[in-house]
């Protein structure tokens, strides 16, 4: 699985990065380049099967226009992130009620994604401040949570928030690697992200972040679609898609069973 | 060796799920039960979320009665009269159900209120079943001979209006108590994915009075409609019902239903009873239990929802 996934995401790049060099005329002047950033994926679609257990992507990256002096004393930073499909999450909290454990309180976030991975060069919070990662909504602690409807109780937010993003990480949908990305060259970097078993279906975004010293610089995205295989996932699409009738293939199932059980055994 | 369940959405180890189905298979030809009230909280011990197994559990129910069905009707030890009426109030009942249970859902208390259903019923009836087997082993270690129940004709059953003969059954009732333990039962099949003839055959035996040689088969011919119906509906309203999950419990059950009748039948009546009250008190206690313990975690997330 692990090589196959690998192969249908072999990479892309290294183009720019000499073409654009190239293009730079002698005497002009080093600080007015801005640097780049390129990243890719040799298709736009993963296909993996329903007994799929997670795996691991590697994303390959170049950063362009750098400047080898602030390259070397390591100022630039990558931040790769594959962000799923986005939905509505709702959080329940349980309160002893009567002696029984039930749901009380609950809260909506409005479209946050339902897997995300993250792998960095370094920890998030040494790469930048943490208001800037909340401005750019990157890192698990930044996404921002947005409840739907109206909130009593502002201290309720932050713990629903904290429950929210700790529930979603010990799932395994978020993760985080703060060594994920590391430079293969002088600009060029490669970025493994974990896969969780349980990955949602549909587009999902890869999203490639750049700073130096501390400054964000520029970001690149690419849609990566997920698209789960197999008779399971045929079931599930029956399911959704022809409700009625998987519900009469259940009950004629049912029934074939039980009267097929009764014939066998009478005969002996 | 395990399998994905698409609409659970979970791996589980095949033989824990063919065991669980050969088991509750076995009991249920042994006792001359669906199995529903059993199979539904086993899933529910194995993580299957509750949502999955009731709708489930009322497929599965399906293929257990199916043979049980067809039998009372070859030999038409049926009443099809008395089983339309209670159809009538099944369906309406499953209906309501499915709403309810689409509510609860909604609201996130789906899991409680089932368990808490499970619980009440299988305390009651678990109970009632011991006390009432303990006291005929006692009496038969007596040998005091049973007191006959007298048929109550001044039941106030059979005050009510809106009466019709049933000539099979050779009685005559009106129908409201038939529509409404029907309208019961139903909601009880959509809500906790059970059959419900551990209910609907005492109903009918002490509070209709209805005849004991047509009461299993009506029973059966009710139980098979309606859980058809609400396996039908819940696919179509909740997407819950896994059918993989369904296909091996079923295979497993009518297997093993098939031994249980056997040993079933060399048993004694009042024995059978009391092992059946011990198992279903133990099972309603586990939920109990389930429900008081603090939860490893308060907090709970889902996606997608609302």
């Keep these: 699985m692990r090589r196959f996934l690998a192969a249908l995401l072999s990479i892309v790049l290294l183009l720019p990065t000499a073409a654009m060099a190239q293009m730079l005329l002698p005497g002009q002047a080093a600080q007015s380049k801005t640097e780049g950033l390129e990243i890719g994926t040799s298709t736009s679609e993963i296909a993996i099967t329903s007994d799929f257990r997670g795996a691991d992507l590697t994303i390959f990256g170049a950063v362009t226009n750098t400047d080898s002096l602030l390259l070397a004393i390591g100022q630039y930073d990558v931040v790769v992130v594959l962000e799923g499909p986005r939905e509505n999450a709702t959080v329940r909290r349980k309160e002893r009620v009567f002696g029984v454990w039930m749901n009380t309180r609950s809260m909506t976030f409005e479209a946050v994604p339902h897997s995300y991975s993250m792998s960095s060069s370094r920890m998030l919070d040494d790469i930048t401040t943490p208001l800037d990662l909340t401005d750019r909504g990157i890192g698990i602690d930044h996404i921002p949570l947005t409840p739907v409807g109206f909130v009593g109780n502002a201290s309720n937010l932050g713990e629903f928030r904290q429950a929210f993003r700790r529930l979603q990480e010990n799932g395994g949908l978020y993760d985080r690697d703060p060594s994920g990305v590391r430079f293969v060259s002088s600009s060029l970097f490669k970025a493994s992200l974990r896969l969780p078993a349980n990955i949602p279906n549909g587009v999902h975004t890869v999203r490639a972040y750049l700073f130096k010293s501390g400054n964000f610089i520029t970001e690149k995205s690419v849609p990566l679609r997920v698209i789960k295989t197999g008779i399971e996932q045929m079931i599930t699409d029956a399911a959704h898609s022809q409700p009625i009738a998987y519900g009469l293939v259940s009950v004629f199932l049912a029934l074939i069973t039980g009267w097929g059980a009764s014939v066998v055994f009478r005969k002996d | ?306």
């Design chain 2, 1 to 306: 060796m395990t399998i994905y369940l698409p609409i659970a959405e979970l791996s589980v180890n095949i033989f824990i799920i063919l065991g669980m189905g050969a088991a509750v298979g076995f009991l249920s030809g042994m006792f001359g039960v669906g199995g529903g009230f059993l199979i539904t909280p086993l899933l529910i011990f194995y993580n299957i979320p509750p949502v999955v197994a009731v709708a489930t559990g009322a497929n599965q129910v399906v293929a257990s009665s199916i043979s049980g069905a067809i039998t009372h009707f070859r030999r038409g030890s049926l009443d099809l009269k008395l089983g339309t009426v209670l159809l009538i109030g099944g369906l309406t009942g499953a209906t309501i159900g499915i709403w309810i249970f689409s509510l609860l859902r909604r609201i996130g208390q789906l899991d409680l209120i089932i368990s808490l259903l499970y619980v009440v019923f299988l305390g009651t009836v678990g109970g009632l079943m011991l006390v009432e087997s303990v006291s005929a082993m006692r009496r038969a270690a007596k040998n005091v001979p049973p007191t006959p129940r007298r048929p109550g004709h001044h039941h106030w059953v059979h005050k009510l209006p809106l009466k019709m003969r049933f000539k099979k059954s050779k009685i005559f009732l009106s129908v409201i108590p038939v529509v409404a333990l029907g309208f019961g039962i139903g909601i009880l099949t959509s809500v906790m994915g059970v059959g419900g003839g551990f209910i609907m055959v005492p109903a009918m035996i002490y509070l209709l009075r209805i005849p004991t040689n047509v009461v299993v088969g009506t029973s059966l011919f009710q139980i098979i409609f309606v859980t058809a119906y609400t396996t039908v509906v819940q696919a179509a309203t909740n997407f819950s019902v896994d059918i993989v999950l369904a296909f091996f419990l079923m295979i497993a059950g009518v297997i093993g239903a098939q031994y249980g009748v056997r040993v079933g039948q060399k048993l004694r009546g009042e024995q059978l009873r009391a092992l059946l009250g011990l198992l279903v008190l133990a099972v309603g206690l586990r939920l109990a239990v389930a429900l008081v313990v603090t939860p490893a975690d308060v907090y709970s997330v889902v996606m997608g929802a609302n």
